[in-house]
């Protein structure tokens, strides 16, 4: 074992309340700069006492450890083993090839009941020698760190001076099977395994079989990212879709060029597929960590935000869910086509700042079953992560026992609950000082925004949204400026956490449509009103020189 001195400037902190760490890669490449994270993390999970001494709480557990397989991961893996080794770990369970999606770490961490695990990816972002990386440290309910832990890693990266790591040679990742580090065992696991067990549990296997038998199409999105190991072994392998159900399925380094965010902008080549009229009968994509998903049917886009609507409303069909669900929960942004089915159902709807975190404890707690926010997000109690490859069997599940199209499903839903028309417009890398500001002064107009009246609406709610936690009583406050409407629209303005150029406005759009003969309208026409009085109220082209958003989706 070796012990090093860190130089002083490779201070990793980030400020927590976003997920994890996660800058460009050439960041993470500078000396010791992964290492000093990665030991402030097993500091503060051994337990740093006040005089500094260090505990050993991590001694005898076992941390699962995996990631998106883009750029730096092979080499970040062998580098936080050598820590783990130095600092007690007793056994690391390493998705082979240093592999797992974000969902299957939270299954691998739960069903092993594992003392917590480390996400290598930086999610949606690109990756490659110039693109990002990151890290994330999950707990023992299989989902992200909560605020005291990240807040307690980040100032103990900031006193840190030295790190202990094995001098052992590197180990081979790629050969499932037992190893030794010094004392330290590790375990390469086959990915998918511990996670198409959960997927087992709670879809009609044999349902979904019998789909595909029936000569059923589906076109699978992976976006050359980790998804596609998960859905070649589960839809192809298992179900029996015939081979090329899913494309670029392989993991690769810089996910070939493509930007692993699946919303209809990035994945532009499915939608393509799905709007041909040979188009396949189901279309899904997922994003780099496979946490996300995007679901198409033939020629027809589907909201997030409805998606998780539709879930709660048909939910019963499902195995996994046929007792009912305990209540859905929505980040603030979504739109609330969710709480309409959720008050038809006497069901409670919590709505949570951005962040999946902010489900954890009330899917702990038993508040909740489904999840889900506009950012093409949705999971269940089944791990602690939003979950792309769920979902996408979730929808396939739902077809095969209604026997209708995602078309006809969305359509009915609509004609029943009426139509959220919904867009998030995305200002990108303006200057932090402009955004900062940008966001100042609407924080500051709020007061007179109250009661006024834009064209035949009036704003009722003008306010930053706060949330008091129900399970913690935990307060977060500046969530989002909001603007609610008498007719129950919406329009809310947020700085995107997770961005790694300058700042990210994001500007959510919503109005409810209840009328039939108008939910065929674009989407963007539909909330011109809305989108102009954004402009009016935050002074974005104004501030930013932008004209138009950098993504409207
Ligand atoms: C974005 C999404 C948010 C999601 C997060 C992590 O965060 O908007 O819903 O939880 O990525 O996937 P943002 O950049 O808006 O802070
Ligand atoms: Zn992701």
Request: net charge negative; with cysteine.
């Amino acid at each position: 074992m070796a012990i090093q001195n860190l130089p002083t400037h490779v201070f990793s902190g980030q400020r927590p309340g976003t997920s994890g760490l996660r800058k460009k890669v050439t960041v993470f490449m500078q000396p010791m700069y992964l290492e000093n994270f990665v030991q402030a993390l097993f500091d503060v999970l051994n337990g740093v006492a006040a005089d500094g001494q260090i505990g050993t709480a991590l001694h005898g557990q076992t941390l699962v450890l995996g990631g998106d397989g883009r750029f730096h991961n092979r080499t970040a893996v062998q580098t936080i083993l050598k820590l783990a080794a130095a600092n007690g770990v007793q056994r690391v369970l390493l998705g082979q090839g240093g592999i797992l999606s974000t969902p299957a770490v939270s299954a691998v961490i739960r069903g092993r009941q594992a003392f917590g695990g480390i996400v290598l990816s930086a999610s949606h972002n690109p990756g490659g020698p110039d693109g990002d990386f990151g890290i994330k440290y999950n707990a023992s309910n299989g989902g992200p760190a909560n605020e005291t832990l990240t807040e307690a890693v980040y100032a103990r990266t900031q006193t840190l001076t030295q790190v202990v790591l094995s001098d052992a040679p590197d180990i081979d990742i790629n050969t499932l099977g037992t190893c030794q580090m010094e004392q330290m065992q590790v375990e390469v696991i086959d990915p998918v395994a511990d996670y198409a067990v959960v997927m087992r549990r709670l879809f009609d296997f044999d349902m979904l079989r019998g789909m595909f038998k029936r000569g059923f199409t589906m076109r699978v999105d992976a976006m050359n990212a980790v998804g596609g190991p998960y859905a070649k072994a589960i839809l192809e392998d298992e179900l029996g879709a015939p081979a090329g159900t899913v494309v670029n399925a392989t993991p690769l380094e810089d996910f070939g060029g493509l930007h692993p965010d699946p919303n209809p902008v990035n994945a532009e080549d499915l939608i393509a597929h799905m709007m041909r009229a040979d188009a396949p009968d189901f279309g899904a994509a997922m994003d780099g960590d496979a946490d996300r998903n995007m679901v198409v049917g033939r020629n027809f886009v589907v909201s997030p935000s409805d998606s998780l609507a539709l879930m709660t409303a048909h939910a019963r069909l499902i195995p996994g869910y046929k007792e009912g669900l305990l209540g859905v929960a929505r980040s603030m942004p979504t739109s609330a086509a969710v709480d309409r089915v959720a008050k038809a159902m006497g069901l409670d709807c919590f709505e949570t700042p951005t962040g999946w975190k902010f489900f954890g404890n009330l899917l702990d707690a038993g508040r909740v079953t489904l999840c889900g926010e506009e950012s093409y997000g949705t999971g269940s109690s089944h791990v602690r992560e939003k979950d792309g490859l769920w979902a996408i069997l979730f929808w396939l599940s739902l077809q095969g026992a209604t026997g209708r199209s995602v078309e006809s499903l969305v359509r009915e839903h609509w004609r029943t609950y009426g139509r959220n028309y919904y867009s998030r417009h995305d200002y990108e890398a303006i200057p932090t000082s402009v955004a900062d500001a940008l966001m100042a002064n609407l924080r500051e107009t709020l007061p007179a925004l109250q009661g006024q009246v834009f064209g035949s609406r009036i704003v009722t709610v003008a306010d930053d949204f706060a949330y008091t936690d129900p399970v913690d009583g935990s307060a977060s406050v500046k969530q989002g400026v909001r603007l609610i409407f008498d007719d129950g629209a919406r329009v809310i303005f947020r700085l995107s956490g997770t961005g790694t150029e300058g700042a990210t406005l994001r500007v959510y759009l919503e109005l409810h449509e209840p009328d039939a003969a108008q939910h065929d309208r674009p989407a963007q026409d539909k909330l011109a009103d809305l989108i102009a009085l954004a402009d009016q109220v935050a002074g974005i082209h104004a501030r930013t020189g932008m004209a138009a958003p950098s993504v409207a989706t």
